[in-house]
């Protein structure tokens, strides 16, 4: 399936479930066919409540964060300059009749309108329209407005611009007692949708097509509206050759677009691209949209860009059920459910048979937008990917009240810390369509069910050897890194392993231990570095040659704490020794230590070592100030 046919077909889906015109689980609107809308910025429209009788009653300007719909032609859409009237809601320089080119274009239009179709509704406005002193009567009225709600009004009144400002109207009991706005003009939309088709069905200039997305008879769309400002999705066919050299030899064999086609299509990318849970941010000008086919607002806000979070981890999921000797597919089906649940942030409304959709548009000049990327895949087979990559790409918490839960971390955190700089305690990346697209490939891949591109893992890899230049971040890039390295290096959890004898497993319980020796003679609050952080770098290089220098560093630190008065210094001491014991024997026991294969670089293997370690330092009755070193998974 081709991103447009997703866009129609969820288009055909609004329509058939009346969800069109009306505001989604956001309030936002999917508009009908032929339509645009607008929001206040609280001085650029100003609504007009007329009786039947097309007598003004008031006049209000509508508050900021107000959006308004309207009815639009293949012209005014996307117009720039010249005379192209909009039907009903407009500029003020169309609008007034002060027998200008516009204001004349914008009345005959009407009157052509009204021809076709005497609507009581449009009857009202035009009989208004063409009564002399509207602006001054309007003026007036807004002057007029009385305190309370208004006031607002009365007061953005003097800084309006009467020239651009915009018109909307509402016609008081227009359904019995009920005000109806061209906004809420359900019958509206359907009677100008009529006059459209009545209008291409009598102009010569049409041409009849059998459209190729949709397959039905249209006429040939030849102005596609803009997607994101002046930038289209789909070129325009013009008399220039520039849509379909190198391709093809006339315009006319190029994919063949009917008008209702693309009405449904950019207005459904319009909705997406609006949508609070549609809609996330990439960089620059790229925007992702995802939807289902049975929930086209994302109400459960599905996000495969957030960092994800199981209450339990996977290991005490599965053992808790089968104590409870529950079935084996219900574990599956319970653990995928939690899984899903972390990537939402509402109540799951998509259905195991809908299909997903992802898309990524990104403008890429003032006149184009492109679709990078598009995916559609089954809402179950979307569950499956988020499982593998929940399982694959996960770290414990850090601190008490985390340990035992799982965080994968966001595609935008494996980014920043596999490419980030610090700066200003943060990670930035001053490349932002580096950033862009690097974003792109991880989202990609985890809906998609890849494996994380290995730059990541190679970069991450390569971060962890230099401590030193994480100063406030370090936390951050060590979780990605044992997140994201975790599966390569075949880790099951992050419990200490005695019984591996991995040389750089061994090498990083010895950092870890000669670090913790260190610091427990620090006093509280004291933050400087210790020997083991400041020869970070050279001991990953240099294993053995370093290990034998820190250990000679150490032996200060070691009278310091067997020599003090405090059972818990006392204590660190004699923890710190025995683990610097066991792994330094475990060392001999498996390898040469002369030898120069002993000393080579050691690979990513050592930061579990020093994380299980460490952990293992800070976790029961070996509890001290630093265990206050936590980062924050949400």
Known sequence: MSLLTALLDSYDYALENDMVGKPD???NILLPMYYNSMKSNGKNIIELLL???????????????????????????????????????????????????????????????LAYDANDYVQIIRDFLKKPGMLDAVKKRLKDSEEGEEEKAKKSAASIDFEKVFFTFSIENYEGMKNVSVSENAALQGRYKAYVEYLNANDPEKEKITCNLSGKEDYLCIKHQPLMGTARLVSQITANDENYRGRFTTADQSIKIGMETSQKIHLMAKYLLSGQGTRRWLGEQANMVSWFSDDLSNAAEFNPTKSAEVASSVKNRLLALKQEKTDASMIADEMTEDIVKSFTSGKRMFS????????IFDKISNGRVAAKYFRSLSASRLKENLVAWQEKYHWWGFSNENRDKEFTPSPRRMVLAAYGVERDGFLEISKNDFLKNQYQNIVTALVEGRALPRNFEKALAMNIRHRQNYDKTWMEVLFCALAVLKDKGGIKDAMLNRENTDRSYLFGRLLASFEYLERSTFSKGDERSTNAEKMWTSYTNHPATMMLRLRNLMKPYERKLITNDEALKRSAYFNATREIREATNMLHECYDMDS???????????????????????????????????????
């Open 25 to 27: 689980h956001f309030g």
């Open 51 to 113: 009786s039947k009788e097309s007598v003004l009653l008031e006049a209000r300007v509508l508050p900021e964060g107000e959006t308004i719909q309207f009815p639009v032609t293949e012209d005014s859409v996307a117009r720039s300059s010249g005379v192209a009237p909009h039907p009903l809601v407009d500029s003020a320089s169309y609008v007034i009749q002060d027998g200008e080119k516009r204001s004349t274009a914008y009345m005959e239009q009407m009157e052509n309108w």
């Open 352 to 359: 195991d048979d809908a299909t997903y959709y992802i898309a």
């Open 596 to 634: 120069v294969e002993v000393n080579r670089p050691l690979d990513y293997g050592f930061i579990f070592g020093y994380e299980a370690q460490r952990q293992a330092f800070y976790s029961g009755k070996n509890k001290d100030a630093k265990e206050t070193e936590e980062v924050d998974h949400d």
